[in-house]
């Protein structure tokens, strides 16, 4: 079992920053692949970036590409999710998730484990 704690969400303007944290406990954090999802009111769940478990091959979703980095530190079990030049477009709950193997994976399906969500907010 990894249980996921999201934190860093929060209110923020156009063009602003935000950093979202994931802590990670349980079994070992630098086994899995991470990745980062959002789900805006109305829409599905989408994939917005991943993370190797050696912290290489970072993926995106083309919106954020740019403007969002995806990094992990294992030795602190934690992986973030730095994003700039926020539009109001991205306003969503975030999750986290982890998932088995080493190749970063775009479904959701295939990830193990769910954070419980931190709510960004972007106003225009």
């Known amino acids: 079992q990894v249980q996921l704690v999201e934190s860093g969400g929060g209110l923020v303007q156009a063009g602003g920053s935000l950093r979202l944290s994931c802590a990670a406990s349980g079994r070992t954090f630098s086994g899995y692949t991470m990745g980062w999802f959002r789900q805006a009111p109305g829409k599905e769940r989408e994939f917005v970036a991943g993370i190797s478990w050696i912290g290489t091959s970072p993926s995106y979703v083309d919106s954020v590409k740019g403007r969002f980095t995806i990094s992990r530190n294992n030795a602190k079990n934690t992986v973030y999710l730095q994003m700039n030049s926020l539009k109001p477009e991205d306003t969503a709950v975030y999750y986290c998730?982890?998932?088995?193997?080493?190749?970063?994976?775009?479904?959701?399906?295939?990830?193990?484990?769910w954070g419980q969500g931190t709510q960004v907010t972007v106003s225009s």
């Open positions: 998730a982890a998932a088995t193997g080493s190749t970063v994976v775009t479904p959701d399906r295939y990830y193990d484990y």
